[in-house]
Structure formats: C-alpha cells, structure tokens
C-alpha cells in the first residue's frame, strides 16, 4: 500500500464531505445530549453505553478521514515497465500513459488508478487498490455506529422508562 496523501479538487466531492461532517458532528452532539446523558443520570445505561458511542462515531471519522486523503493507486507518470510484463499494459486513450490491465482512468480526478472500482463522492476519492480496504474498514464503522444509534433510538422510544419532566 502506498504512503501518500492524495486530495481531489472536486467542489461536488468538498461538499458531500462536509455534509458528512456536518451530520457526524450533528450527531456526536444530538444523540449523547438527547438520548445517552439523560438515561445515563436516571440509571437506565451505564457508561460503557456511552463510551461505546463515542468510541463508535470516533472510529468512523477516523476511518472517513483515512479513506478520503489515501492514495487510491495512482499510477505515475513515467511508469517503468519490466519487458517481460510490457504484454499486460495498454495505453489509456484519455490520458496516453502506459497502465496495467485492469487500471481504470478516472475523469473526476483526471488520472488512471490501479483496479479503480469507483470514484466516491462521499469520500472525495477513487476507491482503488491501495485505499480500498480502508473504504471496506469505513462502511463497516458506518454500519456499526448506523446500528448503534438506531438501536438507542428504539430503547429510548419503546424500552426506557420515560424520563421525569422538569422546569
């Protein structure tokens, strides 16, 4: 896996990740306040409740930001070509660079990326050889801490026992 940090110039891209940002912030904030403090303070959770949110939501900005700035595999300009593998590169006929098969030219990022699967949005980033399992690593945070949440969300409409008003 490749060590450097790649940033896309892309407005459309900027713009889903600070949504991202916004919503992940919205509900770091929201939920603790809302749902996990007041039930923590009447003895209906523990901390470790708590502790598992935070540490659930942390893992999965962590994850997004990793994704995001990873190389996806770029390839560089002058490759060099061993002769005996010259047989499995072709010419991209966007950028006319010398890739491997299966490389992919990218027109939101404008250059060919090894075993490119997509160019995410979300991400503001190709998902390609080399981030790819950090993209696989953010889904996975994403879904735990999507889990996490609506489960919260059900125990604190249908489970807890209402929480005492005051003034």
């Known amino acids: 896996m490749g060590r450097r940090i790649h940033f896309v110039v892309d407005p459309q891209g900027w713009c889903c990740m600070g949504l991202i940002i916004f919503v992940w912030l919205y509900n770091t904030i929201f ?14 959770i523990s901390v470790v409740a708590i502790l598992s949110f935070y540490f659930c939501s942390l893992f999965c ?23 005996t593998e010259r047989e499995y590169w072709e010419l991209c006929n966007k950028c006319n660079m010398m890739r491997p098969k299966r490389s992919h030219h990218c027109s939101r990022c404008g250059h060919c990326v090894r075993r490119m699967d ?50």
């Open 31 to 44: 939920i603790p306040k809302v749902i996990l403090f007041p039930h923590y303070e009447e003895g209906h």
């Open 61 to 83: 900005v962590a994850s997004l930001l990793r994704a995001s700035v990873a190389d996806p595999g770029k390839l560089p300009e002058n490759p060099k070509i061993p002769i």
């Open 118 to 167: 997509h160019h995410c949005p979300w991400i503001n980033n190709c998902v390609g050889e080399d981030n790819h399992w950090l993209f696989l690593q953010l889904c996975f945070y994403t879904q735990i801490l999507s889990c996490y949440t609506l489960i919260l969300d059900f125990c604190h409409y249908y489970y807890f026992l209402p929480l005492k008003k005051e003034n």
